[in-house]
């Protein structure tokens, strides 16, 4: 046996820590931070967002850097042009998450950085408060899921 050490955790019960949470201690919000400049990454981040809140959690996005640019009504293209295989961008599914409920936000530094107001953000999204935003993170039946 080439990895006789696999067989040994096996052995030791290793495995049942992969087994998962008992329903008391599974997640009741995701937190979903999206940095990426990336298209696809930032609608597979929207799609687990989606999933999870669809799941029961309660969801909270945080735009941050070129993800911010989502959130903007003049965004980049990368973010208003469908992707395969549902022909959905991430800004449309962002605003799909948030009219399901969850709240959308900018990094509190991110309009400062662009030398922008609020009016150039679509209707609902806001700036997210730090120590707010923290509190969220810090929940104990958080995720949080970085893009």
Known sequence: ???????????????????PAAAADAPTSVVTVI?????????MGMVLTMQSIKAGATGHMLLCGPGGDIALKDAPESATA????????PQGLMQKIREAGATVEVCAIY?????????????GITVASPPEMAERMMMPNARVLTF
Request: one cysteine or more; glycine letters at 10%; aromatic letters at 6%.
């Open 1 to 19: 046996m080439r990895f006789p050490f696999i067989s040994a955790l096996c052995a030791a019960g290793f495995g049942l820590a992969a087994l």
């Open 35 to 43: 940095t990426s400049a990336d298209a696809q990454t930032q609608l």
């Open 82 to 89: 469908g992707q395969p295989p549902m022909d959905m961008s």
């Open 111 to 123: 309009l400062p950085g662009k030398g922008a107001e609020t009016d150039v953000l679509l209707d």
